[in-house]
């Protein structure tokens, strides 16, 4: 059964910082890994949507790669805002063609000090 | 174009009384899934279809739960019974043709069983 592991899991860092969080997960037989941002009492967000034949995305001051042998994805935030403060989840697609339920982390609740 | 909606955004029932919750995907997206989430907790699957069949529902918890889309479209999660372990938001995304695209969510429904 696939586990997604996500460290910190929170994490409050002053405004203008770069930051990384992590997601690991136990089986690398997955078919694309996406990053999700939750606000307080709403759904999701996508960010970024990685296949499992990329090794990165990129969409504005979010890159997000991927280690599908290891088992690693790493968000990376680029100089911080306040408004970047919300839950970010990780999750992670299989089946034969990606069509499974994802599976997600528990998230990383992020805080960003003005 | 409109996002996934979801009614209603807060539902409060009785123990062992019946609810239904609606889910409209975004307009041409053939795939559409519940997700549950707990407090302090990742989302977790529930149900997929693909078109008008469930494609897996190895996330249902018990057979309490019961989901449609009788018409391709909208959805509708079907709790029978309800149980206080019941209280969750409940979450509905939709993706594109083929599974394995970015999914889409909903702003869920919020669930209290009393």
């Known amino acids: 059964k696939q586990e997604v592991t996500q460290i910190p899991a929170a994490l409050s860092v002053p405004e203008g910082e770069n930051l990384v969080l992590n997601c690991s997960f136990t089986d690398s037989a997955i078919y694309n890994l996406q990053w999700f941002r939750q606000d307080p009492g709403k759904g999701l967000t996508s960010l970024l949507l990685?296949?499992?034949?990329?090794r990165e995305q990129t969409s504005g001051r979010l890159n997000a790669s991927l280690d599908k042998s290891s088992g690693r994805s790493t968000l990376y935030i680029a100089a911080s805002q306040p408004g970047d403060s919300a839950t970010y989840l990780c999750?992670?697609?299989?089946?034969?063609?990606?069509?499974?339920?994802?599976?997600f982390g528990k998230g990383t609740h992020l805080i960003i000090q003005p | 174009g409109a996002g996934v909606s979801q009614t209603p955004s807060n539902k409060v029932t009785e123990k062992g009384k019946y609810v239904e919750l609606r889910c409209d995907p975004i307009s041409g997206h053939t795939a559409l899934y519940w997700y549950r989430q707990s407090l302090g907790q990742g989302p977790e699957f529930l149900i997929y279809f693909q078109g008008t069949g469930a494609a897996d529902d190895s996330g249902l918890p018990n057979d309490r739960f019961f989901a449609v889309r009788p018409e391709g479209s909208v959805s509708t999660l079907k709790i029978q019974r309800t149980e206080r372990g019941d209280s969750a938001v409940y979450l509905c995304?939709?993706?594109?043709?083929?599974?394995?695209?970015?999914?889409?969510f909903g702003p869920g429904t919020r669930l209290t069983v009393l």
């Open positions: 990685i296949q499992s034949s990329q």
């Open positions: 995304a939709s993706s594109g043709l083929a599974g394995g695209d970015t999914q889409y």
């Open positions: 999750a992670v697609g299989g089946g034969a063609r990606g069509a499974d339920g994802l599976t």
